[in-house]
């Protein structure tokens, strides 16, 4: 049985003219051109592939309740996100089996879960153990790569476990890189000191993306042998990049772009609890005491505001960051945090028709400022 049809409109990103989308049964019916007053700009739902946590819901909580993770997905949608891989980061076994057991079991129980979560972000515990590459990752649990631990995680995630970031230096890497591929698993790499070689081993061995390039690296680097070169010239990765205007410095942000392309490129938010909290001093588990600052910088509290302690900003602020220091159109901005990300997360992220409802208008007048969210839907169900 047919459903009842409804009606989205906006302006289009790609030419400013407005546009009218029909879904019905969950799905988008039709896109076209028709006169209407609206001022809002209307985009397929956001695609965030690396999120620890927002407005005080952590996916790493020592104790994590499916109830935290369904109350994630709520604020999620507050902020244009229809889709996202909740993402585990380097703990002890025990700990990360209880995380992701209690993502599989949010999924299972909440239809809001089941619909936005399609699979999740295992990023370490097999990454560098030095200072530096290693980030705010706790050294006393990384270790080298098991396929045994593998199939544990994806025992306790229900086969949830979609996407692992690991650094290719253990001698482990190509081996494991091919395991997981095999499996239908994708494999980042990122939190590394890899050299060439054994970078160029991880991508034969199916590795296709790079994590938050540009961090989760030494802090100085070889101006001719490092772990940037490599990743931005092999075609056969993607580069995922956080930008909140904190992690990548402008030229920075805008020369990996044009290194890797617009296909070859997309966005995450790598939010942590803290993220969207009010600003001032805190204490976290991972980072210790820490600051948040009114523009989203979250830092470690050590009077020197050099060093990041996370990020705080969704996903949602990487519009104007792209538009403004990257240069990009706002259609080239959104389609790196929806169509691009979509490829590793089931096909969302398209506005298109037979594509899923999931759908995100948002008021943004071309400045600096953070768009807002003012309907959000979720196949095809409102839910903002």
Same mark, same amino acid.
């Given at each position: ?15 400013? =003219? ?23 700009? %209307? ?9 620890? &946590?927002?407005? &005080? ?13 369904? =109350? ?15 993402t585990? %980061? ?9 995380c ?16 936005m ?14 200072? @530096? ?5 706790? +050294?006393?649990?990384?270790r ?5 631990e ?39 790499? &990122? ?6 070689a ?6 034969? +061995? ?7 390039? @540009? ?8 101006? =001719? =042998? ?27 942000l ?10 070859r ?21 991972? @980072? ?5 600052r ?47 990300? @979509? ?42």
């Open positions: 049985m047919s459903g009842a049809v409804q009606t989205v409109r906006g302006l289009d990103p790609a030419t400013s =003219r407005p546009v009218a989308v029909e879904i019905a049964d969950g799905l988008i019916r039709s896109v076209r051109e028709e006169p209407h007053g609206e001022k809002q700009w %209307i985009a397929p739902g956001l695609v965030d592939l690396q999120v620890n &946590g927002y407005m &005080g819901q952590d996916v790493n909580a020592s104790q994590p309740s499916p109830a935290e993770v369904s =109350r994630l997905c709520l604020e999620m949608l507050k902020v244009g996100v229809t889709t996202f891989l909740p585990v %980061i380097t703990q002890a076994e025990d700990a990360m089996i209880r992701l057991r209690s993502i599989h079991e949010a999924v299972k129980a909440d239809p809001v879960a089941a619909r979560i399609v699979g999740v972000h295992v990023e370490g515990p097999h990454i560098a153990p030095e200072d @530096g590459p290693r980030g705010a990752h706790p +050294a006393a649990h990384v080298p790569p098991s396929v045994a593998f199939g544990r995680w994806q025992e306790a995630a229900g086969g949830l476990v979609t996407l692992v970031t690991l650094s290719p230096h253990w001698p482990e890497a190509p081996e494991y890189v091919r395991h997981l591929t095999a499996a239908g698993v994708a494999v980042s790499i &990122g939190h590394t000191s890899a050299d060439e054994a970078l160029a081993a991880a991508v034969a +061995a199916g590795a296709r993306l790079s994590t938050h390039l @540009g961090n989760g690296c030494s802090a100085t680097l070889d101006r =001719r =042998r490092n772990v940037l070169w490599p990743q931005l010239a092999d075609d056969a990765l993607t580069a995922m990049f956080i930008a909140d205007g904190h992690h990548l410095v402008p030229p920075a805008k020369t990996m772009l044009r290194a890797k392309g617009l296909d490129s997309l966005v995450v938010s790598d939010t942590v609890a803290l993220g969207g909290m009010p600003a001032g001093r805190h204490v976290t588990p991972v @980072g210790g005491k820490v600051i948040l009114e523009d989203g910088f979250l830092g470690l509290d050590d009077g020197t505001g050099n060093y990041l302690a996370g990020a705080a900003l969704p996903l949602i602020a990487a519009i104007p960051v792209l538009v403004h220091q990257a240069g990009l159109s706002l259609s080239d901005a959104l389609k790196l945090a929806t169509r691009n990300p @979509g490829r590793w997360a089931k096909g969302r992220g398209e506005l298109k028709p037979g594509a899923r409802a999931d759908i995100f208008a948002f008021s943004w007048d071309g400045s600096r400022a953070i768009p807002r969210a003012e309907q959000v839907w979720l196949g095809g169900q409102r839910m903002l």
